[in-house]
Each structure stands twice: as C-alpha cells, then as structure tokens.
C-alpha cells in the first residue's frame, strides 16, 4: 500500500479530545473535554503506514507531554489505539471520516519505579523493627530467637530477590501507571507485608519467640528455597518472551508452564507457604491470603488474555494458578 499523509486539525478544548475525520490517512478536528492542553496544533499529519506509536509521540511532541500520558481510543466503537510500533495506523481501522478521543491521562510513574518503592516496605520495615524491638515490646530483655531471625532473613531475601528481578529481569508491556496509585499499591505491601506482619513476629509474646520444631522449620525452609527458585525460572521464561523495550507477546513454554497459567504465582505461593509456616503467625497468613485471592484474579485474566490473542495455538488450562484448586 502506497504512504499516504494524514492530516490532523486539532481544536484543543480540554484534556480530552475528540479527533475526527480521518481522510484516508488523515484525522481532522480535536474536541477537547475538561482543561485545555493550550500547546495542542490545530493540524498534525501522519501516514496510514505509520505505527500507533508515531501517532502517540507527534501529539506528545506537539502538546507538550509525556507520550505515556496520552490514551488515543477510537471514537467508532472506544476501543484502544495501542502506543506500539508493530501496529499500523491501517491496521487499527481507521479510515476516512474515523474519530479519535485523545486523553491527557495525568502525571505518569515507571511501572519499575512502582516495584522498587513497594518492595522496599518490607526491606526497611522488618530488620527496623527487629533491632528496635527493646523499644517497642516489653519484656525486652528476651533475646531473639532462632525461628524470629529466621524469619527475618526469609522475609528480606524475597523482597531483595523481587528488587533485583525488578531492575535487571522484569520487561513491562505498560511502561506507566496514574502516580496517585502508587499510594494504594505500596500499602499491601508497607503495611500488610511489612508492618503488619514484623509487628507480631517479633514480638517476645509471639509464637515465633518459642523453640522451633526441626519438623516444620525444615520443611519450611525447603518450600521457601523450591518456591523462590520455581518463581525465578518462571521470570526468565517470561522475560525472554519480549525484547527489550517491546510490547509483544508470546506463548510461554517450561517449567510448570504445562500445569497453569502461571507458574510464577503458583511458585510464589509455595515461598510464602514456607514463610507462613516459618513465623506461626496470623498476620502472615492474612497477608499470604490477600495476596493469593489477587494473584488467582491476576492468573484468570492473563488466561483469557492468551485464549483471545493466540487462538487455536495456545493449549488452553484449566488450572490458572494452583493445580486442582484454580
């Protein structure tokens, strides 16, 4: 197909705008909705051969903004223009007459940076409130116990574990989220992974303060090890799956990959099984049971995620995450 140029007119009313008429590659007329984006041009143009990412980063570069604050939906029937570089301007079904709505999303956060800030609750939190524990429980002149400093040690190794992962193995099909949900998001695990649980463990009341059980120690600290490593095979699969920098998926093959959606969620379940049995607390179970609850919704969509994208080729499970349960 012969390139050819679309002509953006754009009349800036608001952060959200309605961009119609697209003649043959071109899209006409901006209708923002809310406050103005006073930088927006009246006319951009772009060629039906281009991606949806150079349509994203000329409306960045005109308005002003970062091109991940920007959400381009089609006005026909709202569905997403994607911000990727494997998806035409053609391919979207756009064509002569089509209407866009571009959204000013607001102040965007790395999705990188969003693990690192809630992963690092847990890090600081827990060794802070075993040394300070003179301070903070009575009966302090109990020293800590072997399954406390264990417990310790379990805990902080699998957040450092999730950082490292972070910076050096994770690739992102989104690149941000809204900044204000960082808030929300670092809480499950400052407050219910980190406070909530260093609070009791170390508490010279706690179960932990008592004499381990070689019986349950062990065990525990075999499925920690068998569920943090199964959770890091899981990751490579994943991260190889996408280049760096890419949106693209693919059909992710190996360890526990033939048993559920998953893996990685199952694996981690497992570690935190081990963590559980390890501290004999209540609160680490709230939390192992929150995390759970959201790791099964997050296996479930991924699963309908696969089923729609790749059709026939993807063998469908009927497990998401944990095998004969869900």
């Known amino acids: 197909m012969a390139s050819m140029t679309v002509n953006l007119a754009v009349r800036p009313r608001g952060t959200s705008y309605l961009a119609r008429n697209l003649l043959l590659n071109a899209i006409d007329a901006v209708y923002p909705v809310g406050n103005p984006l006073k930088n927006l041009p009246e006319e951009t143009s772009i060629s039906l051969t281009g991606s949806g990412t150079d349509l994203y980063q000329q409306l960045a570069a005109k308005s002003g903004l970062s091109i991940h604050r920007l959400r381009i939906t089609k006005g026909s029937d709202g569905t997403l223009v994607p911000n990727a570089?494997?998806?035409?301007?053609?391919?979207?079904?756009?064509?002569?007459?089509?209407?866009?709505?571009?959204?000013?999303?607001?102040?965007?956060?790395?999705?990188?940076?969003?693990?690192?800030?809630?992963?690092l609750g847990p890090i600081l939190i827990h060794p802070l409130l075993y040394i300070l524990r003179p301070y903070i429980y009575k009966m302090t002149n109990l020293p800590h116990s072997t399954l406390q400093t264990l417990s310790l040690i379990l805990i902080t190794l699998h957040f450092l574990k999730r950082e490292l992962e972070t910076i050096l193995i994770h690739r992102f099909s989104l690149a941000t989220m809204p900044a204000r949900n960082i808030f929300k998001n670092s809480a499950h695990y400052w407050l219910l992974a980190g406070l909530n649980?260093?609070?009791?463990?170390?508490?010279?009341?706690?179960?932990?303060?008592?004499?381990?059980?070689?019986?349950?120690?062990?065990?525990?600290?075999?499925?920690?090890?068998?569920?943090?490593?199964?959770?890091?095979?899981?990751?490579?699969?994943?991260?190889?799956?996408?280049?760096?920098?890419?949106?693209?998926?693919?059909?992710?093959?190996?360890?526990?990959?033939?048993?559920?959606?998953?893996?990685?969620?199952?694996?981690?379940?497992?570690?935190?099984?081990?963590?559980?049995?390890?501290?004999?607390?209540?609160?680490?179970?709230?939390?192992?049971?929150?995390?759970?609850?959201?790791?099964?919704?997050?296996?479930?969509?991924?699963?309908?995620?696969?089923?729609?994208?790749?059709?026939?080729?993807?063998?469908?499970?009927?497990?998401?995450?944990?095998?004969?349960?869900?």
């Open 85 to 119: 570089r494997d998806k035409s301007i053609d391919s979207t079904g756009l064509r002569e007459q089509s209407t866009i709505y571009v959204k000013d999303l607001g102040p965007q956060i790395a999705w990188r940076t969003v693990f690192i800030v809630e992963y």
């Open 197 to 326: 649980i260093a609070y009791w463990i170390y508490s010279p009341s706690a179960p932990t303060q008592q004499q381990s059980n070689p019986l349950i120690t062990y065990p525990a600290i075999a499925l920690f090890f068998i569920g943090e490593l199964g959770n890091f095979n899981s990751h490579m699969v994943l991260r190889n799956l996408r280049s760096t920098g890419g949106t693209e998926r693919g059909i992710p093959q190996g360890l526990g990959f033939d048993l559920v959606t998953c893996p990685n969620y199952m694996f981690e379940t497992i570690a935190w099984v081990g963590i559980w049995m390890a501290t004999w607390s209540l609160s680490t179970g709230v939390f192992v049971v929150v995390a759970v609850a959201q790791m099964a919704v997050w296996a479930r969509g991924k699963e309908m995620k696969l089923r729609k994208e790749f059709g026939n080729k993807y063998q469908r499970k009927r497990y998401a995450m944990i095998p004969g349960l869900f």
